[in-house]
């Protein structure tokens, strides 16, 4: 069964048609993008054989099976052919930010949809320096859990987000999103009942106090 966050990274391939999945694992994203999106082609990429065996193991049950290619490989680094979205999700937010670091001549113009699991602000700020806006965003709440989908789209125009929006999402807070007022709730919740609080502690319980409505 494909999770709400799945679902909802999914939603964000839009039109688009030929996908590198980075970190593949269970090839969920694939097979939802194939069933209930226009995608034609897509690239299975994990650089751990046992995730990749079970993604080639439940996208062989579908019949597009033929238009996907199956790479062991660290992020982009096998791939040599053009995608035009690329998804990171479930990874750490440094660990995207070293693999696009490492191959970034292979972006292209493409699409990127990244859920980090930690450190979302250094990838908004990686990205958006790099010539990237903030196309679309949202967070889903799942199991207790809060994940930010950031859709990032290349740009010619300068684009300059400031501190708030790096940390809490430009478009997330530019919709009042009612997941993220309550992920800040809860992240305030556990800041103040910190029995010792450091200047840095302090800093972010200001932070959210001023971007709560
Ligand atoms: C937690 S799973 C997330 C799976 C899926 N993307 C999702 O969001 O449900 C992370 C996957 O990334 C893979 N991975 C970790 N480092 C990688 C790298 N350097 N290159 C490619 N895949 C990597 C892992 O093997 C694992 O299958």
Redesign the pocket.
């Known amino acids: 069964m494909i ?1 709400k ?2 679902k909802t ?1 999914a939603k964000f391939l839009g039109d688009k048609k030929i996908l590198a ?6 090839g ?2 694939i097979i939802e993008g194939f069933l209930n999106y226009n995608l034609k082609k897509a690239y299975a ?4 054989e046992k ?1 990749l065996e079970n993604c080639i193991n439940n996208i062989s049950k579908y019949d597009f099976k033929d238009q996907v290619e199956f790479l062991l ?3 982009l680094e096998k791939l040599t052919d053009y995608v035009d979205v690329i ?5 750490g937010g440094q ?1 995207i930010i070293d ?1 696009i670091e490492k191959d970034f001549h292979k972006l292209n113009d493409a699409r990127l949809i990244i ?1 980090a ?1 930690r450190n979302i602000y250094d990838v908004r700020k990686y990205l958006t320096e790099l010539g990237y806006l903030i196309y679309d965003e949202e967070i889903v709440q799942e199991d207790g859990k809060f994940y930010e989908i950031v859709v990032f789209e290349k740009t010619d125009e300068a684009v300059i987000y400031n501190q708030n929006e790096l940390f809490f999402g430009p478009i997330l807070l530019e919709k009042k999103d009612a997941t993220l007022k309550k992920k800040l709730k809860k992240d305030l919740d556990v800041l103040e009942n910190i029995p010792y609080k450091t200047k840095e502690i302090e800093e972010k319980i200001n932070l959210v106090k001023e971007n709560l409505w």
């Not at 999945?21 to 269970?26: K, R």
């Not at 990429?45 to 751990?48: C, E, S, V, Y």
Request: glycine share 10%; hydrophobic share 40%; aromatic share 6%.
């Open positions: 999770s966050r799945l990274i999945d980075v970190g593949c694992d269970h969920y994203l990429i994990d650089n751990k995730p490989s660290d992020g998804v990171f999700a479930g990874m660990l693999l859920q699991n």
